[in-house]
C-alpha cells in the first residue's frame, strides 16, 4: 500500500495529477491497511473509489469513512436486466448476433441474475457457450456452402436448454 500512496504522492507533485484507486472488498482490508489510505485521501493524491458487501460502518475505519460519501446501490429491476441481455446478445461487443434468446431463455436468464447486472451476462456467456458447441458439428458442415456467420448462427441456435445449467 505504502509504495501506492508514494507513487500518487509522486505523481500529484510532479505532474498534477490525481489517482484514482478503486479497492474491490475494502472490508477485508485490514485497520493498518486502511490507515495507510488516509494521507493520500487527505493530501487529494488519491481519489479513493472503494466497493463492499458489508456494512461500511462496520467493516471500514471510520477517519476514512468521514472523508467518504457513501453510495448503495440496489438492484437491477427485470426490466433492466432484460434490456442488458438482449442488447449483449445482439451488439457487436458483445455476442454480436450468434445466439438467440427465446422468451423463456430470456426470462430464466433474468430470474437467474436476481438483479445482477453481471451475473446476468455470466449466464448469458455460459449459456451462449453451451448452445454454439452443441451446435457447432452443424456449422462445420456447414462451411463449405459458407453461409454469414450471423445467419448459421441465427438458424441453429437457441439458448434454453444450455441456460439450465447456469443455474
Same mark, same amino acid.
Given at each position: 500500500?505504502?509504495k501506492v500512496?508514494?507513487?500518487?504522492?509522486d505523481? =500529484?507533485?510532479?505532474?498534477?495529477?490525481? /489517482?484514482?484507486? #478503486?479497492?474491490?472488498?475494502?472490508?477485508? #482490508?485490514?485497520?493498518?491497511?486502511?490507515d495507510? !489510505?488516509?494521507?493520500?485521501?487527505e493530501? $487529494?493524491? *488519491?481519489v !479513493?473509489v472503494?466497493?463492499?458487501?458489508?456494512?461500511? @460502518? #462496520?467493516?471500514?475505519?471510520s477517519?476514512?469513512? &468521514?472523508?467518504?460519501?457513501?453510495?448503495?446501490l440496489r438492484?437491477? /429491476?427485470?426490466?433492466?436486466?432484460?434490456?442488458?441481455?438482449?442488447? +449483449?446478445?445482439?451488439?457487436?461487443?458483445?455476442?454480436?448476433?450468434? *445466439?438467440r434468446?427465446?422468451?423463456?431463455?430470456?426470462?430464466h436468464?433474468? $430470474?437467474? =441474475? @436476481? %438483479?445482477? +447486472?453481471?451475473?446476468?451476462?455470466?449466464?448469458?456467456e455460459?449459456?451462449? %457457450? %453451451?448452445a454454439? =458447441? @452443441?451446435? %457447432?458439428?452443424?456449422? $462445420?458442415?456447414?462451411?463449405? &456452402?459458407t453461409?454469414s456467420?450471423? &445467419?448459421? &448462427?441465427?438458424?441453429?441456435?437457441?439458448?434454453?436448454? +444450455?441456460t439450465s445449467?447456469?443455474t
Amino acid at each position: 500500500m505504502r509504495k501506492v500512496m508514494d507513487e500518487a504522492r509522486d505523481q =500529484a507533485a510532479l505532474y498534477g495529477r490525481t /489517482t484514482v484507486l #478503486f479497492l474491490d472488498e475494502i472490508h477485508r #482490508f485490514s485497520k493498518a491497511q486502511q490507515d495507510a !489510505l488516509l494521507p493520500g485521501v487527505e493530501q $487529494r493524491w *488519491v481519489v !479513493l473509489v472503494a466497493a463492499t458487501t458489508e456494512n461500511p @460502518s #462496520f467493516s471500514v475505519v471510520s477517519p476514512l469513512l &468521514s472523508r467518504s460519501l457513501v453510495l448503495t446501490l440496489r438492484p437491477l /429491476t427485470e426490466d433492466d436486466v432484460r434490456g442488458l441481455v438482449l442488447r +449483449a446478445a445482439d451488439d457487436q461487443r458483445g455476442l454480436d448476433g450468434l *445466439v438467440r434468446l427465446d422468451e423463456a431463455a430470456l426470462d430464466h436468464v433474468v $430470474r437467474v =441474475a @436476481s %438483479g445482477d +447486472a453481471r451475473r446476468a451476462l455470466t449466464a448469458l456467456e455460459a449459456a451462449a %457457450g %453451451g448452445a454454439l =458447441a @452443441s451446435t %457447432g458439428s452443424a456449422r $462445420r458442415r456447414s462451411r463449405s &456452402s459458407t453461409p454469414s456467420r450471423r &445467419s448459421t &448462427s441465427r438458424r441453429c441456435a437457441t439458448t434454453r436448454t +444450455a441456460t439450465s445449467t447456469t443455474t
